[in-house]
């Protein structure tokens, strides 16, 4: 009897065992056997393992990953797409067509145009010697850089051996200043050194104020004063080049690093410039000018010799190359007017070459 009963105990066992693994496997409907796998490893150890079905990524998974990755990437191309496309227009309508004017043809340059002061032997003071008429002025308007700035650079040409020379053109129409008083110093000029703007001779010494100014005497003050006592004078000293010279008071100062060149600069853009640079074969000025601008002949009236140098001016006159007695190095000295074609300044121009002094 105890037979039968153990016997039906077991079929119900296994009974049961069976529902309940039917039952673990039913999924979507299909009945799908789980069993887990087991490695038995040694006498006491046992490790169960994950069943098959669950080791591999299911296809719709990778089929919708994939869709997704399809669906950023297109939406990045279609992005770009809008911005490039909205560059190209932004940059069409920006493109305008390019603004050409003819250049201004300049009128010819009369003579009456032209500084009218002039040397007279019977307005020299007794005593003054070696007075010059002042610098006259027949061409070229040279651009300043930039009116609210000592520009320390001006225009140049490069020369034969590589150095350089203040460039010149003919193509402005230069007219002279004001001259309220008809004496040669122009307005500007007199307010500079404190002479009377409507008074020929201001000193009432019977000499005109343009013939005591650019032979360096006062012409406020009768006499033999000297025109560096007059308040509206001041001398630059060059240690580095040993040259020195006189220029208005008021104007700014400017030098580059070196001291190559410094600028004397007016409150309406004129400026005077002295620019150093190094006389290579130690040549006089005839023969360094010859040589740089490839010339043969050059008029006596554009040469100058002082005691301490000797200089061609530009037949312009408004640019002076000299060089001092050693033949050490080259000088240029300019004027330059700025954005303006009146020669405002002319007169002060010819003073700084006058009292211009190389002590080599």
Sequence with gaps: MNFFKKKKQNNQSKQTKNKEKKRESNIGGKEEKLEEEKFKIGNDIIIHTMPKR????????????????LIIAGGAVFFIAIIVLFFCLFKIRSVKPELTS?????????????????????????????????????????????????DTVAATTTLANGT???????????????????????????????????????????YNDLTEAINLYNPVKAGDDKLINNPGVNKYLNNTFNYNLLYPNSWAQSAIVGGESVMFKSNDNHFIQVIVQPNIDHQDIENWHKQQFDTEVIDQERKITTNSWQGIKSEDGLIIYLTGRKYNYIFTITYNTGLSNKLDYANIFAIAVKSFEISD
């Design 54 to 69: 669950f080791r591999f990524v299911h296809k719709k998974a990778n089929k919708a990953k994939t869709t997704g990755l």
């Design 164 to 206: 350089t020379a203040a460039a010149t053109s003919t193509l402005a129409d230069f007219i002279k200043g004001v001259d309220s008083d008809n004496d040669g110093l122009t307005d500007k000029e007199e307010k500079l050194l404190g002479s009377g703007l409507n008074n020929m001779d201001s000193d009432g010494d019977g």
């Design 102 to 150: 003819a250049p201004a043809t300049p009128g010819a340059i009369s003579e009456a145009q032209q500084s009218k002061a002039s040397h007279k032997d019977n307005q020299i003071k007794s005593g003054k010697k070696d007075v010059s008429p002042p610098l006259k002025a027949t061409s070229t308007k040279q651009a300043l850089p930039d009116d609210n700035k000592i």
